[in-house]
T-cell receptor, first 112, second 114 residues
């Protein structure tokens, strides 16, 4: 069974601070997705990374896929209250198994 | 923008009632999924479908059942609701291209069984 470990589980910071959350596994994934979920809503896809070592930027969010495609990180610069939510990573092992392996998520609270 | 819809958004119902949670997508995706999630917690896959007339049980055992008669429609049914079924139910569909698989989620149905 493939597992994705996310850390930290909870994070509470002040507006303007920087933060990094991590997504780690002992398994190799063909791609990895990051989602953000707000309370009472479904997860929204932020980014997909495919290539080992790949870095993608989405405004103040920077996503990195590990060289070995086993881990990923999400860095947020100058966090804002609107960044508050549950951040989920999900890995695709590829092949004909059309299921994603989800991590348990990092619950981020950005205080004004 | 993903077009996947779930109804109702909120449902409060008594024990023993039969309920159907609706999920529809207009993107023509073959693969569809149902997840169960408690607030702020991880997603648990309970059902998935690779296409019309294809349904499979997910990683978390569930007393619910699903059907896939049309590509765009993937309803979930509970024959007799119990308080332990109280949770958020999320429907998703996915697209596959090359090495990537991306799932798009509906807004969810928040179910409370009294």
């Amino acid at each position: 069974t493939q597992l994705l470990e996310q850390s930290p589980q909870f994070l509470s910071i002040q507006e303007g601070e920087n933060l990094t959350v991590y997504c780690n596994s002992s398994s190799v994934f063909s791609s990895l997705q990051w989602y953000r979920q707000e309370p009472g809503e479904g997860p929204v896809l932020l980014v997909t990374v495919v290539t080992g070592g790949e870095v993608k930027k989405l405004k103040r969010l920077t996503f990195q896929f590990g060289d070995a495609r086993k881990d990923s990180s999400l860095h947020i610069t100058a966090a804002q209250p609107g960044d508050t939510g549950l951040y989920l990573c999900a890995g695709d092992s590829g092949g004909s198994n059309y299921k994603l392996t989800f991590g348990k998520g990092t619950l981020l609270t950005v205080n004004p | 923008e993903a077009d996947i819809y779930q109804t109702p958004r909120y449902l409060v119902i008594g024990t023993g009632k039969k309920i159907t949670l609706e999920c529809s997508q207009t993107m023509g995706h073959d693969k569809m999924y149902w997840y169960q999630q408690d607030p702020g917690m991880e997603l648990h896959l309970i059902h998935y479908s690779y296409g019309v007339n294809s349904t499979e049980k997910g990683d978390l055992s569930s007393e619910s059942t699903v059907s896939r008669i049309r590509t765009e429609h993937f309803p979930l049914t509970l024959e007799s609701a119990r308080p332990s079924h109280t949770s958020q139910y999320l429907c998703a569909s996915s697209v596959h291209g090359g090495l990537r698989q991306e799932q798009f989620f509906g807004p969810g149905t928040r179910l409370t069984v009294l």
